[in-house]
Nanobody, 119 residues
Framework: QVQLVESGGGLVQAGGSLRLSCAASGRTFSSYAMAWFRQAPGKDRELVADLIKSGSSTSYSDSVKGRFTISRDNAKNTIYLQMNNLKPEDTAVYYC????????????WGQGTQVTVSS
C-alpha cells in the first residue's frame, strides 16, 4: 500500500503563494497517478490537479488553471502543488490521493492540510 502525508498548508493573504507537499511511501512504483483534491465546508470534494506518472501528463481544473502547478520529485517520492495568486475561493482542505492502476479510482488518501486565504 501507498501511504501519503501532506504538509505546507496555512494562512495566506489573497495574491500570495503556498507550496503543498505530499510525501509518499510504500509501493509507490505501482502507482498509476496522483492528484490533489480540495473540499470546502458544505461542498463536494473537487479534483484540482492530477499527474499521470507515465509521461508526466498533467491536468487542472478550470478554476486553478494558470495559477497552480502540480509536479513531482522522483528521488524524494514527493508530489507538490505550487499555488500562486491565491484567492479566498481557494480556501479548503487539500488532500493528495493515489490511483493504483487505470482500473482504480483515487482510493488512497492523505489526511488533508488546511489552506485559508484571507481577503
Amino acid at each position: 500500500q501507498v501511504q501519503l502525508v501532506e504538509s505546507g498548508g496555512g494562512l495566506v493573504q489573497a495574491g500570495g503563494s503556498l507550496r503543498l507537499s505530499c510525501a509518499a511511501s510504500g509501493r509507490t512504483f505501482s502507482s498509476y497517478a496522483m492528484a490533489w483534491f480540495r473540499q470546502a465546508p458544505g461542498k463536494d470534494r473537487e479534483l484540482v490537479a492530477d499527474l499521470i506518472k507515465s509521461g508526466s501528463s498533467t491536468s487542472y481544473s478550470d478554476s486553478v488553471k494558470g495559477r497552480f502547478t502540480i509536479s513531482r520529485d522522483n528521488a524524494k517520492n514527493t508530489i507538490y502543488l505550487q499555488m500562486n495568486n491565491l484567492k479566498p475561493e481557494d480556501t479548503a482542505v487539500y488532500y493528495c490521493a493515489d490511483r493504483r492502476t487505470s482500473l482504480h479510482g483515487y482510493d488512497i488518501w492523505g489526511q488533508g492540510t488546511q489552506v485559508t486565504v484571507s481577503s
